[in-house]
């Protein structure tokens, strides 16, 4: 698995070249698609996560990784997004897949991320959700249908993702 952070001009054109590729593939395989469910142990050590839990609620599902730079700029900034949603109209849940379990959840306590995040250190859920590079993200309306693909991350994605959650829990407050 990939982190999308290109190092030259070189760089940049095959990250974009993969990353169009990837795109049509993620977009094939989710855009307008039932999210699968799922059960995963949780990195705070407590009760395992389940997509399932949270039908009724929009939800960012984000894929991250310790090692890959644009997740961790990426998780500090969803935090903050979190907060300007009611929380039982909107939730972000995260999936690690670092093989270390106690670097994740190291970073995840430096961090202060309040949303929960599952550990799945063998990538059976980013083969599920079709993920081939680091960060990427579903974001799934309330009946469970992916409505945004989002691959990689920069601070200026945080403007047209909120658009994109505040549309749809608008949606459901019409």
């Excluded at 991250?64 to 009611?86: D, I, V």
């Excluded at 849940?93 to 106690?102: C, G, I, S």
């Amino acid at each position: 698995m990939k982190c999308t952070r290109p190092r030259s001009r070189r760089g940049a054109a095959l990250a974009l070249i993969a990353g169009l590729l990837f795109a049509v593939k993620a977009l094939a395989l989710g855009d307008g698609q039932k999210a699968p469910d799922f059960k995963a142990p949780s990195l705070d050590g407590g009760k395992g996560l389940s997509l399932a839990a949270y039908r009724g609620k929009v939800v960012y599902l984000d894929f991250w990784a310790s090692w890959c730079p644009p997740c961790l700029t990426s998780l500090p900034l969803l935090e903050e997004l979190r907060k300007e949603f009611p929380s039982d109209q909107f939730q972000i849940l995260a999936v690690n897949v670092d093989q270390d379990f106690e670097k994740a959840r190291k970073f995840l306590e430096r961090t202060g991320v309040g949303y929960p995040s599952a550990s799945d250190p063998k990538g059976r859920l980013p083969e599920l959700f079709g993920v081939e590079t680091m960060p990427t993200s579903f974001l799934i309306d309330r009946g469970g249908v992916i409505r945004y693909v989002h691959n990689g991350f920069r601070k200026g994605d945080v403007g047209p993702l909120r658009e994109r959650i505040a549309q749809l829990v608008a949606a459901h407050n019409k």
